[in-house]
């Protein structure tokens, strides 16, 4: 059974750094491309970036600056690190592969001192 | 960046009646290997979003019929025939054609 569940902080300060963790089960990071999308409060869906099942990773070109996608494939984890982080990043945080319609439940990301 | 313009921003339909949402791309979705990289994705309320359709036209596994996509190059449309009340939410055309992938705005369908 597939399953992808983000985990991390609540609450991060301005100008902090965000680490979430997706840990994947059911299926190989080395055979699947994992997204990370994001959505405000009350508003759209936004890409973030990617890792490729080869390892390599895409980055939304407006976030590139600040965010790094890497991964732990002994662990079945992603790891997302966004750094700078502004009150505008405030938003859930989903982790998916998109092609494959499997996504986490989100996890709610609130920026404020 | 690709931008995709949904239309209408919302829509109210009637229980059995069609639902149409466009999609228009700033740029043409068909890639070099002659696919088009263009989703539809529905958001029901506190949930995760769910793929419907890829490839323009494909549903994707478990999507009644009653879902269709449609179009090429820079139009799409997405037609719901006989509006169910699970069919409720956000949808949501997205394109993985150009880099970086981008979603369009989304269309909240409500129920009458």
């Known amino acids: 059974q597939v399953q992808l569940k983000e985990s991390g902080p609540g609450l991060v300060q301005p100008s902090q750094t965000l680490s979430l963790t997706c840990t994947v089960s059911g299926f190989s990071l080395t055979s699947y491309t994992v997204s990370w999308v994001r959505q405000p409060p009350g508003k759209g869906l936004e890409w973030i970036g990617a890792i490729w099942s080869g390892g390599s990773t895409d980055y939304n070109s407006a976030l590139k600056s600040r965010l790094s996608i890497s991964r732990d494939t002994s662990k079945s984890q992603v790891l997302l690190k966004m750094n700078s982080l502004q009150t505008e990043d405030t938003a859930i945080y989903f982790c998916?592969?998109?092609?494959?319609?499997?996504w986490g439940q989100g996890v709610m990301v609130t920026v404020s001192s | 960046d690709v931008v995709l313009t949904q239309t209408p921003v919302s829509l109210s339909v009637t229980l059995g009646d069609q639902a149409s949402i466009s999609c228009r791309s700033s740029?043409?979705?068909?890639?070099?290997?002659?696919?088009?990289?263009l989703e539809w994705y529905l958001q029901k309320p506190g949930q995760s979003p769910q793929l419907l359709i890829y490839g323009v036209s494909n549903r994707f596994s478990g999507v009644p019929d009653r879902f269709i996509g449609s179009g090429s190059g820079t139009d799409f449309t997405l037609k719901i025939s006989r509006v169910e009340p699970e069919d409720l939410g956000v949808y949501y055309c997205?394109?993985?054609?150009?880099?970086?992938?981008?979603f369009g705005s989304g269309t909240k369908l409500e129920i009458k």
């Open positions: 740029q043409s979705l068909e890639y070099s290997d002659g696919y088009t990289y």
């Open positions: 997205f394109q993985a054609t150009h880099d970086p992938p981008t």
């Open positions: 998916t592969v998109l092609r494959e319609d499997y």
